[in-house]
């Protein structure tokens, strides 16, 4: 099994930027791999925000869509998510995870799921 681990998360200002990294504990052919992002804000349901697939073709969350940006770094075994213009609604604890399956472009089954990172943005 992939452990995922995942930082960069802390607190910052509305406006501010965060980038969040997502590595693998063992090699998992990122370039090959079909990651996403998730975010779950106190009693909220858990939400995706981005997601790459094996081709690196990206999708994005309508909210954070222009602002986020999700990237993979095969020869550094992570996934990356750069955000900017963080708006205080983007606070959350942020979670990495890997589609174990997928057909046609969408996941079925997500798992590794990192411990996540808080990101809290203060306005």
């Known amino acids: 099994q992939v452990q995922l681990v995942e930082s960069g998360g802390g607190s910052v200002q509305a406006g501010g930027s965060l980038r969040l990294s997502c590595t693998a504990s063992?090699?998992?052919?990122?370039?090959?791999?079909?990651m996403g992002w998730f975010r779950q804000a106190p009693g909220k349901e858990r939400e995706k925000v981005a997601r790459?697939?094996?081709?690196?073709?990206?999708t994005y969350a309508e909210s954070v869509k222009g602002r986020f940006t999700i990237s993979k770094d095969s020869a550094k075994n992570t996934l990356y998510l750069q955000m900017n213009s963080l708006k205080s609604e983007d606070t959350a604890k942020y979670y990495c995870a890997r589609c174990f399956a997928w057909h046609g472009g969408y996941c079925l089954s997500w798992g590794d799921w990192g411990q996540g990172t808080q990101v809290t943005v203060s306005s």
């Open positions: 790459i697939d094996d081709y690196n073709y990206t």
């Open positions: 063992v090699y998992t052919a990122m370039n090959s791999a079909y």
